[in-house]
């Protein structure tokens, strides 16, 4: 069994649940609960540049903390491994659920009540499906990253085109699957 430590207080790892831009998240748990934990990765990405991740991270959280989004709880930082425990949120992505033809309307109103918040705030998210999860009808972003507000990357004209089986969509599941 993998082991992470954060600060001292170890982790067994359950999987793997995906690799971002910035990152590996994995499903760990201690003795009591499941948590996630983010490794911070120094691999290129030819899109997107990045300064220091870790802090990145700790500042993207409190903006859109403080603008109101609907997130997992920051738990735990490592400055020294680079590594994020935060509070795992159970259930399906809006990615699965487009795939599996779970998708319903409200999730698309819980976006864009979102996106109120968002554009007021001079701030666009990274509204990839992926990053979306539905606990109990509730939708959370579990992703941190937040970026200026940019007309071409809001969610209306980015985002929404992978919210549904729209050909983006399927060219992404048939280049991932």
């Not at 600060?7 to 994995?26: F, I, M, W």
């Not at 490794?39 to 903006?63: R, S």
Request: one cysteine or more; aromatic letters at 16%; proline letters at 2%.
């Amino acid at each position: 069994m993998e082991k992470f430590k954060v600060n001292n207080r170890e982790y067994t790892v359950d999987r793997l649940l995906g690799k971002g831009k910035g990152g590996y998240s994995y499903l760990v748990y201690d003795e009591k609960n499941f948590f996630v934990l983010k490794q911070i990765h120094h691999e290129p990405c030819e899109y997107y540049n990045f300064g220091n991740k870790l802090q990145a991270e700790l500042t993207d959280y409190e903006k859109l903390k403080k603008i109101g989004i609907r997130m997992p709880k920051m738990l735990d930082v490592d400055m020294e491994n680079e590594r994020i425990l935060k509070e795992y949120i159970e259930g399906e992505t809006i990615y699965e659920l487009v795939l599996n033809d779970k998708m319903e309307n409200a999730y698309i109103d819980q976006m864009k009540n979102m996106c109120k918040l968002l554009y007021a705030a001079n701030t666009n998210i990274d509204y990839f499906p992926t990053n979306f999860v539905v606990n109990q009808e509730k939708m959370f972003y579990i992703d941190y990253e937040c970026n200026n507000y940019m007309e071409e990357w809001n969610f209306e004209n980015w985002g929404v085109k992978y919210w549904s089986k729209t050909p983006e969509f399927l060219k992404y599941v048939e280049e991932h699957s």
